[in-house]
């Protein structure tokens, strides 16, 4: 009898640690880190990245020993890719087009320098360099780039219809570059700021172009991926 009654007591005194055990480790009591806010948005959609914020971000990730070919030449791509978007933008406000080619040129330049970020921690030796405006390695990049300062110089209209399809290339773009990766969150992470981006600058443009009475259609994106951007809010 006294050893049962040894046995009822020892199994009690676990059931209550294992109940204060439990309420312990439940998501009401766990304190979680504060995500750093790495982007903002302003009132034109112009969607810029925070660089300490984040390389506190990236620094909290161990680099895999090598990335794949196919995600060193991504990075590469993506880096005169966001250049690109930055040198057009330039381009159409020094002819005179409103401010809203300055901000987002201005934010274009963050991104751009996100994926700076990345090579660097990577070692991966960065393909702009000290490239002037509307120089590119990528002879792809650089045909784009001349077109699409030749297209979009006449006019306004010109002008906020090629920043759309600049928008829209890079989401493509940068949606490929996600696919091929094997796991490498910070890289993801920096894509989905670019992405986020993206969206914000694409929503900007056809807004103007819709206060110019144009009505812009997509010409990369599928009409439901561009529906499904342009009916949702900014992204902040």
Known sequence: MKYLQLLIKLLITFMLAASFFIAGCSSDTITEAPVPNITTTDSDGA?????????DVLDTFVPPDDLTPDEIAGLLFMREE??????????MFNLGYPKVFDNISN???????????????YNIPDPVGNNAEGVFTDPYLQTLYDDLVTIGSPSLINALSVGAEIEEIDLIDIQEQVDKLE?????AIVYEILMKGSRNHLRAFV?????????YLPTHLSQEEYD???NGGLEN
């Open 183 to 187: 796991g490498n969150e910070d890289i």
């Open 82 to 91: 966001e250049k690109l978007a930055f040198d057009v933008y330039i381009a």
């Open 47 to 55: 969607t810029s990245v925070d660089e300490n914020a984040l390389n």
């Open 207 to 215: 807004n103007n172009l819709e206060k110019q009475g144009v009505d």
């Open 228 to 230: 499904a951007i342009i």
């Open 107 to 121: 934010s274009e330049q963050t991104h751009t320098d996100a994926v700076l970020a990345l090579l660097n921690k």
